[in-house]
């Protein structure tokens, strides 16, 4: 091997083609975008070969890219594993970070986060919120130790587990009292502004095939995002706006009588949530204490 290739030089590359931006990745790996690209040029230096094709849209990885990358997983996975083991030998304080989607972070997460603390002094616990193809991309280099949320496409989890907690569904809520409240079917909602997932997100595609089912073309009012924040704001102030969202993001809303859901059908949206962590790597004991309480809370 040669000896100039680092361990920054491989843990960028994998953020780079698991995030498929130098943005997104410098901002996970909490680097510039200039220092992440530099890294980049200095690995294609070492091998000798292009690894992404770069361009305004994104990146995109080679063939040699590709063959690298399965190499260079490996490799940062098996130091990872390999400074776990010496770190738990030597009973050293661990540190926990646990990616959350916004469905889990305000439900089921609290309680487990609460328990774990009291239960694991030694442990520092850091939660991260995030869209589903951020937090899956920082697991799968290495970033984020757990991730909790809904199962993903299939591409999402390449090189992830996936251990069910229980199953949720998509609601379409609106703010209580408006007009969107008597509405009855979904092609009604091209009269009213929709916030819809947008295409990273887990409950995209189940959206997607629903309005198919009902022969509703995507909304061509609709506005894009993933920030729970966001679609909370809107929702409340425009009485005029509908949001497709798990439902346990606004669980506390409906409770609460502040946003209620439409009456229209959505049990086809029913997906798994559960616990991702990398399959090719033995969890941490912190890792599994936190995940066999999560486990315990929806048992």
């Known amino acids: 091997m040669d000896r100039r290739i680092k361990?920054?030089?491989?843990?960028?590359?994998?953020?780079?083609?698991r995030a498929r931006s130098l943005k997104n990745?410098?901002?996970?790996?909490?680097?510039?975008q200039p220092a992440i690209s530099r890294t980049l040029k200095e690995l294609e230096e070492?091998?000798?070969?292009?690894?992404?094709?770069?361009?305004?849209?994104?990146?995109?990885?080679?063939?040699?890219?590709?063959?690298f990358l399965q190499f260079a997983e490996q490799s940062t996975s098996a130091l990872r594993i390999g400074l776990n083991s010496v770190r738990g030998i030597g009973g050293a304080s661990g540190r926990l970070k646990v990616g959350a989607l916004p469905s889990?972070?305000?439900?089921?997460?609290?309680?487990?986060v609460l328990e774990f603390a009291r239960a694991s002094r030694d442990t520092q616990l850091e939660i991260h919120e995030g869209p589903h193809f951020d937090l899956t991309s920082r697991l799968r280099s290495g970033v984020l130790d757990l991730v909790i949320g809904r199962l993903g496409?299939?591409?999402?989890?390449?090189?992830?587990?996936?251990?069910?907690?229980?199953?949720?569904?998509?609601?379409?809520?609106?703010?209580?009292?408006?007009p969107a409240a008597t509405v009855r079917s979904y092609a009604e909602l091209e009269n009213f502004q929709v916030l819809y997932p947008p295409?990273?997100?887990?409950i995209r595609p189940l959206v997607a095939r629903l309005l198919i089912s009902q022969g509703v073309p995507l909304f061509s009012n609709r506005i894009e995002s993933a920030s729970s924040a966001f679609g909370r704001a809107v929702t409340l102030t425009d009485t005029r706006t509908?949001?497709?969202?798990?439902?346990?993001?606004?669980?506390?809303?409906l409770r609460e009588g502040r946003l209620v859901t439409l009456d229209v059908d959505t049990s086809a949206t029913v997906g798994a949530v559960g616990i991702m962590s990398r399959s090719d790597e033995i969890p941490s004991a912190a890792a599994r204490a936190f995940a066999s309480i999560l486990s315990r809370g929806t048992s």
């Not at 361990?7 to 083609?17: G, P, V």
């Not at 770069?54 to 990885?61: E, F, I, K, P, Q």
């Not at 569904?169 to 009292?177: K, L, M, N």
């Not at 509908?242 to 809303?253: L, Q």
Request: no cysteine.
């Open 242 to 253: 509908v949001w497709f969202i798990s439902r346990g993001v606004v669980a506390d809303d």
């Open 25 to 32: 990745a410098a901002e996970q790996l909490r680097l510039t």
């Open 153 to 178: 496409r299939p591409k999402t989890m390449d090189g992830l587990s996936f251990r069910q907690l229980y199953t949720e569904e998509v609601v379409v809520v609106t703010a209580a009292g408006g």
């Open 46 to 67: 070492i091998a000798g070969v292009m690894l992404m094709e770069r361009s305004r849209s994104g990146v995109v990885l080679t063939p040699e890219g590709e063959v």
């Open 199 to 202: 295409e990273d997100s887990a």
């Open 7 to 17: 361990f920054r030089h491989l843990d960028a590359f994998s953020a780079i083609a």
């Open 104 to 112: 889990v972070a305000s439900g089921l997460l609290p309680r487990a």
